[in-house]
């Protein structure tokens, strides 16, 4: 049997796996599509000091920008504009 080694970066957004055991990157550059698909349940970090299980999200559109609340498990919220 022949096993095959994937070398990609934890937080690469583009590397489909098993979501459930891989965490997920959310800052300015992570792509709305990767936004939309964030679910309760997940685990996300905002690459710095929030990290955790998502509780609740939050969406608003201030006719500007989309507006992205993730409370987390520990209370923190990581806020996303784009």
Do not use: C, W
Request: aromatic residues 8%; charged residues 30%; without cysteine.
């Amino acid at each position: 049997m022949t096993k095959i080694a994937i070398d990609a970066p934890i937080f690469n957004h583009k590397f489909k796996a098993d979501k459930t055991s891989q965490m997920i990157r959310l800052n300015k550059d992570t792509p709305s599509e990767v936004l939309q698909e964030v679910k309760k349940g997940d685990l996300v970090t905002d690459t710095f000091s929030k990290t955790g299980l998502v509780e609740e999200i939050e969406t608003t559109d201030d006719g500007l920008y989309r507006i992205y609340n993730f409370h987390l498990v520990t209370g923190r919220t990581i806020t996303i504009k784009k």
